[in-house]
Structures are given as C-alpha cells and as structure tokens.
Nanobody
C-alpha cells in the first residue's frame, strides 16, 4: 500500500519557521523524484520545491527561493522528505502536499506526480 503522510503544519506568525515532514512507503521511493506543492483557497495547486532521487539536486519556485530548503533521507524502500520553511509570509498560507514522481527528468507540474499525501495546513498570520 502506497502511503505519503505529511506532518508538521500549523499556525505561525510572519517571519517564523516551520518544518514539514513526509514519510513515504509502499514503493521504492528512493528512486522517485519527490516534491512539495501547495494550494491556497481559490487557487490552483502550485509547485514549491523538488529534489532528484538520482543526483540530489534541488529546485525551488522563485517565491520560496532562499527561504525554503528541501531535503530527503532514503532507506532501502522508503523515503522521508523534509521542507524547512523560514521567514514565512502570510502569502505562504496554504495546504502543503508531498508528492512523488517516477519520471526520469525533474517534474515541476502536479500532473507529473503519481502519488500524493493528504496535505497539511500551514497558516501564517500577519
């Protein structure tokens, strides 16, 4: 059974930090590119950050570059994905989703990701 389970969301004041985690199991996720997306009310789901399974290279949306850091730790068949979010802004408020993609190249759009977590709410107050 494939599972991606996020944790770590919550309420924080502007300028604060949060750390999101995602535990992935049920596939050989150490061979999957993994990423974070977010969706605010009334908006489309948008790319936040991703990390390559093969090179460990990281990619960020311009809106979070320099403030967010994505990382991963791989076990034999599972993976743990982390998103460290610093200097949070009210516009970062959204439901954050962990996702996994088996594409050979890096994926930046939601349809390219096969597996998704249930999401965790991040709320940044001004």
């Amino acid at each position: 059974q494939v599972q991606l389970v996020e944790s770590g969301g919550g309420l924080v004041q502007a300028g604060g930090s949060l750390r999101l985690s995602c535990a992935a199991s049920g596939r050989i996720f150490r061979r999957y590119n993994m990423g974070w997306f977010r969706q605010a009310p009334g908006k489309e789901r948008e790319f936040v950050a991703a990390i390559s399974w093969s090179s460990g290279s990281t990619y960020y949306a311009d809106s979070v570059k320099g403030r967010f850091t994505i990382s991963r730790a791989n076990a034999l068949i599972t993976a743990r994905l982390t998103l460290q979010m610093n200097s949070l802004k009210p516009e970062d408020t959204a439901v954050y989703y962990c996702a996994a993609s088996s594409d050979s190249g890096m994926s930046y759009s939601a349809p390219e990701y096969e597996y998704w977590g249930q999401g965790t709410q991040v709320t940044v107050s001004s």
